[in-house]
Protein backbone atom coordinates (compact mmCIF):
# COMPACT_ATOMS: atom_id res chain seq x y z
CA UNK A 1 0.00 0.00 0.00
CA UNK A 2 3.04 3.71 -1.37
CA UNK A 3 3.67 1.27 0.95
CA UNK A 4 1.31 2.93 -0.91
CA UNK A 5 -1.07 0.70 0.36
CA UNK A 6 -1.54 2.24 -1.95
CA UNK A 7 -0.14 4.95 -4.90
CA UNK A 8 3.68 3.74 -4.75
CA UNK A 9 4.93 1.38 -2.72
CA UNK A 10 4.28 -2.89 -3.72
CA UNK A 11 2.59 -1.09 -7.55
CA UNK A 12 5.48 1.04 -7.85
CA UNK A 13 8.14 -1.54 -6.96
CA UNK A 14 6.75 -3.80 -9.46
CA UNK A 15 6.67 -1.18 -12.20
CA UNK A 16 10.47 -0.45 -11.35
CA UNK A 17 10.99 -4.24 -10.99
CA UNK A 18 9.48 -5.76 -14.08
CA UNK A 19 7.01 -5.55 -16.98
CA UNK A 20 6.09 -8.09 -18.71
CA UNK A 21 3.17 -9.21 -21.25
CA UNK A 22 -0.57 -7.96 -20.42
CA UNK A 23 -2.47 -10.51 -18.73
CA UNK A 24 -4.61 -10.25 -15.46
CA UNK A 25 -6.03 -13.05 -13.14
CA UNK A 26 -9.72 -14.02 -12.17
CA UNK A 27 -10.50 -14.92 -8.42
CA UNK A 28 -12.51 -18.36 -8.40
CA UNK A 29 -16.03 -17.24 -6.46
CA UNK A 30 -16.43 -19.92 -4.24
CA UNK A 31 -19.89 -21.23 -2.56
CA UNK A 32 -22.71 -18.53 -1.91
CA UNK A 33 -21.38 -15.14 -0.01
CA UNK A 34 -22.93 -14.62 3.06
CA UNK A 35 -25.60 -11.86 2.89
CA UNK A 36 -24.95 -10.20 6.74
CA UNK A 37 -23.21 -7.28 8.40
CA UNK A 38 -19.76 -6.26 8.41
CA UNK A 39 -18.22 -4.05 10.19
CA UNK A 40 -15.92 -2.05 7.62
CA UNK A 41 -15.07 0.74 9.62
CA UNK A 42 -14.10 -0.99 12.53
CA UNK A 43 -12.08 -2.95 10.29
CA UNK A 44 -10.25 -0.17 8.57
CA UNK A 45 -9.62 1.19 12.47
CA UNK A 46 -8.31 -2.83 13.04
CA UNK A 47 -6.00 -2.12 10.22
CA UNK A 48 -4.54 1.53 11.23
CA UNK A 49 -4.21 0.34 14.79
CA UNK A 50 -1.72 -2.23 13.47
CA UNK A 51 -1.95 -5.28 11.94
CA UNK A 52 0.81 -7.65 11.72
CA UNK A 53 2.58 -8.68 8.50
CA UNK A 54 0.73 -11.07 6.13
CA UNK A 55 3.21 -12.74 3.65
CA UNK A 56 0.76 -13.81 0.41
CA UNK A 57 2.73 -15.51 -3.03
CA UNK A 58 1.77 -15.72 -6.72
CA UNK A 59 3.02 -16.23 -10.06
CA UNK A 60 2.70 -13.01 -12.19
CA UNK A 61 1.50 -12.98 -16.44
CA UNK A 62 5.33 -13.18 -16.66
CA UNK A 63 5.91 -16.49 -14.92
CA UNK A 64 8.13 -15.18 -11.97
CA UNK A 65 7.02 -16.09 -8.74
CA UNK A 66 6.38 -12.67 -6.49
CA UNK A 67 6.12 -12.44 -2.70
CA UNK A 68 4.70 -9.45 -0.96
CA UNK A 69 5.39 -9.25 2.88
CA UNK A 70 2.53 -6.02 4.07
CA UNK A 71 1.68 -5.10 8.12
CA UNK A 72 1.10 -1.81 9.59
CA UNK A 73 2.20 -0.43 12.71
CA UNK A 74 1.01 2.30 14.34
CA UNK A 75 3.33 5.76 15.41
CA UNK A 76 2.37 7.96 18.29
CA UNK A 77 2.56 11.48 18.34
CA UNK A 78 2.90 12.19 15.15
CA UNK A 79 2.15 15.37 12.82
CA UNK A 80 1.42 15.65 8.62
CA UNK A 81 4.58 17.02 7.11
CA UNK A 82 2.69 19.14 4.68
CA UNK A 83 0.98 20.95 6.75
CA UNK A 84 2.10 20.02 9.81
CA UNK A 85 -1.17 19.29 11.06
CA UNK A 86 -1.11 16.91 14.29
CA UNK A 87 -2.51 13.62 13.55
CA UNK A 88 -2.77 9.73 13.92
CA UNK A 89 -0.53 8.01 11.76
CA UNK A 90 0.07 4.21 10.68
CA UNK A 91 3.69 2.95 8.97
CA UNK A 92 2.17 0.40 6.18
CA UNK A 93 5.33 -1.94 5.62
CA UNK A 94 6.05 -4.00 2.32
CA UNK A 95 8.60 -5.85 1.31
CA UNK A 96 8.02 -7.65 -2.64
CA UNK A 97 10.53 -10.50 -3.56
CA UNK A 98 10.89 -11.74 -6.80
CA UNK A 99 11.88 -15.97 -7.35
CA UNK A 100 12.78 -15.44 -3.81
CA UNK A 101 14.96 -12.76 -4.30
CA UNK A 102 14.21 -8.97 -2.12
CA UNK A 103 13.30 -6.46 -4.95
CA UNK A 104 12.36 -3.47 -3.26
CA UNK A 105 11.05 -2.34 0.29
CA UNK A 106 8.44 0.78 0.96
CA UNK A 107 6.91 2.49 3.70
CA UNK A 108 4.01 4.42 3.52
CA UNK A 109 3.34 6.61 6.53
CA UNK A 110 -0.34 7.04 6.25
CA UNK A 111 -2.09 10.24 8.36
CA UNK A 112 -5.48 10.28 9.82
CA UNK A 113 -7.68 12.13 12.40
CA UNK A 114 -9.57 10.64 15.42
CA UNK A 115 -12.63 9.70 12.76
CA UNK A 116 -10.53 7.77 10.75
CA UNK A 117 -10.25 10.33 7.82
CA UNK A 118 -7.06 10.15 5.97
CA UNK A 119 -4.93 13.61 6.06
CA UNK A 120 -2.55 12.32 3.51
CA UNK A 121 0.62 9.69 3.11
CA UNK A 122 4.31 10.03 2.90
CA UNK A 123 5.68 7.15 0.90
CA UNK A 124 8.80 5.95 0.66
CA UNK A 125 10.20 3.13 -1.14
CA UNK A 126 13.98 1.50 -2.23
CA UNK A 127 14.50 -0.67 -5.26
CA UNK A 128 17.20 -3.15 -4.52
CA UNK A 129 18.76 -3.40 -8.23
CA UNK A 130 19.35 -0.93 -9.50
CA UNK A 131 19.29 0.74 -6.07
CA UNK A 132 16.41 3.76 -6.58
CA UNK A 133 14.71 5.23 -3.91
CA UNK A 134 12.03 7.86 -4.32
CA UNK A 135 9.99 10.12 -1.50
CA UNK A 136 6.20 11.29 -2.47
CA UNK A 137 3.39 12.48 -0.26
CA UNK A 138 0.12 12.00 -0.91
CA UNK A 139 -2.71 15.23 0.06
CA UNK A 140 -6.56 14.30 0.54
CA UNK A 141 -9.02 16.37 -1.37
CA UNK A 142 -11.63 14.29 0.06
CA UNK A 143 -11.92 11.54 2.57
CA UNK A 144 -14.35 8.97 3.97
CA UNK A 145 -14.66 6.27 6.32
CA UNK A 146 -16.39 3.01 5.97
CA UNK A 147 -20.24 2.28 7.31
CA UNK A 148 -20.46 -0.04 10.50
CA UNK A 149 -22.73 -2.23 8.62
CA UNK A 150 -21.55 -2.82 5.25
CA UNK A 151 -22.56 -5.96 2.59
CA UNK A 152 -20.60 -8.68 0.66
CA UNK A 153 -19.99 -7.24 -2.73
CA UNK A 154 -20.71 -3.33 -1.44
CA UNK A 155 -17.66 -0.10 -1.32
CA UNK A 156 -16.62 2.93 -0.97
CA UNK A 157 -14.29 6.04 -0.70
CA UNK A 158 -11.49 6.33 1.69
CA UNK A 159 -9.59 9.53 -0.32
CA UNK A 160 -9.23 11.13 -2.70
CA UNK A 161 -5.69 12.83 -3.06
CA UNK A 162 -3.16 14.57 -5.09
CA UNK A 163 0.22 12.96 -5.10
CA UNK A 164 3.47 15.47 -4.76
CA UNK A 165 6.79 15.10 -5.43
CA UNK A 166 7.70 16.30 -1.78
CA UNK A 167 6.38 16.48 1.44
CA UNK A 168 6.16 20.19 1.79
CA UNK A 169 3.65 22.65 1.17
CA UNK A 170 3.60 23.91 -2.31
CA UNK A 171 4.74 20.86 -3.60
CA UNK A 172 4.69 20.09 -7.31
CA UNK A 173 1.23 17.28 -8.04
CA UNK A 174 2.89 14.65 -10.19
CA UNK A 175 -0.48 12.58 -10.13
CA UNK A 176 -3.78 11.24 -8.54
CA UNK A 177 -4.72 8.64 -5.82
CA UNK A 178 -8.33 7.30 -5.30
CA UNK A 179 -8.20 4.86 -2.15
CA UNK A 180 -11.25 2.93 -1.80
CA UNK A 181 -12.72 -0.08 0.60
CA UNK A 182 -14.61 -2.99 -0.16
CA UNK A 183 -15.80 -5.69 1.29
CA UNK A 184 -15.15 -9.22 -0.59
CA UNK A 185 -15.58 -12.89 -0.64
CA UNK A 186 -13.86 -15.21 -2.40
CA UNK A 187 -13.69 -19.42 -1.24
CA UNK A 188 -15.63 -19.16 1.45
CA UNK A 189 -13.29 -16.46 3.35
CA UNK A 190 -14.93 -12.72 3.34
CA UNK A 191 -11.80 -9.79 3.13
CA UNK A 192 -12.29 -6.45 4.24
CA UNK A 193 -10.15 -5.04 1.26
CA UNK A 194 -8.39 -1.32 0.54
CA UNK A 195 -7.56 -0.35 -2.82
CA UNK A 196 -5.46 2.44 -4.50
CA UNK A 197 -6.13 3.44 -7.89
CA UNK A 198 -3.05 5.76 -9.12
CA UNK A 199 -2.52 7.51 -12.17
CA UNK A 200 1.00 9.28 -12.84
CA UNK A 201 -0.07 13.29 -14.44
CA UNK A 202 3.36 13.57 -16.74
CA UNK A 203 3.33 9.55 -18.43
CA UNK A 204 -0.55 9.01 -17.72
CA UNK A 205 0.51 5.25 -16.32
CA UNK A 206 -1.94 3.84 -14.19
CA UNK A 207 -1.18 1.29 -11.11
CA UNK A 208 -3.80 -0.69 -9.21
CA UNK A 209 -2.82 -2.68 -5.69
CA UNK A 210 -5.58 -4.59 -3.92
CA UNK A 211 -4.89 -5.32 -0.67
CA UNK A 212 -7.69 -7.70 1.44
CA UNK A 213 -7.46 -9.17 4.95
CA UNK A 214 -9.95 -11.51 6.13
CA UNK A 215 -12.24 -10.23 8.41
CA UNK A 216 -15.32 -11.39 10.91
CA UNK A 217 -18.68 -9.46 10.77
CA UNK A 218 -17.00 -7.64 13.78
CA UNK A 219 -14.36 -5.96 12.09
CA UNK A 220 -11.40 -8.09 13.36
CA UNK A 221 -8.93 -8.98 10.90
CA UNK A 222 -7.82 -12.76 10.50
CA UNK A 223 -4.56 -13.95 9.46
CA UNK A 224 -5.23 -14.60 5.84
CA UNK A 225 -4.80 -12.10 3.20
CA UNK A 226 -4.75 -11.80 -0.89
CA UNK A 227 -2.82 -8.86 -2.96
CA UNK A 228 -3.27 -7.85 -6.24
CA UNK A 229 -0.97 -5.92 -8.57
CA UNK A 230 -1.91 -4.45 -11.95
CA UNK A 231 0.59 -2.00 -14.19
CA UNK A 232 0.91 -1.87 -17.75
CA UNK A 233 1.58 -5.31 -19.37
CA UNK A 234 1.83 -6.65 -15.28
CA UNK A 235 -0.76 -8.59 -13.16
CA UNK A 236 -0.02 -10.68 -10.34
CA UNK A 237 -2.55 -12.05 -7.71
CA UNK A 238 -1.01 -13.16 -4.64
CA UNK A 239 -2.16 -15.30 -1.40
CA UNK A 240 -1.83 -16.30 1.79
CA UNK A 241 -0.58 -20.24 1.94
Known amino acids: MKARIASTTPAALALYCLLAACGGGGDDPGPPPPTGDYDARAAWSDFLDGTPGRTASGTGNDNHLYTLRLGAVPVAGSAYPVTATPANRADVVSRLSIDNVVAGNGVTQFYYDDNLNLLGSQDDFAVTAPPVTT?????????????????????GPLATSNILDACVAGATVIGTSTLTWSVEFENG???FCINADDVDSGSGVRTLEK??????????LGQRARFSLRAPGFAVDMRTP
Open 135 to 155: TTCDQATTAAVPPTAAKVGQS
Open 211 to 220: DCFETDPAGT
Open 189 to 191: IVY
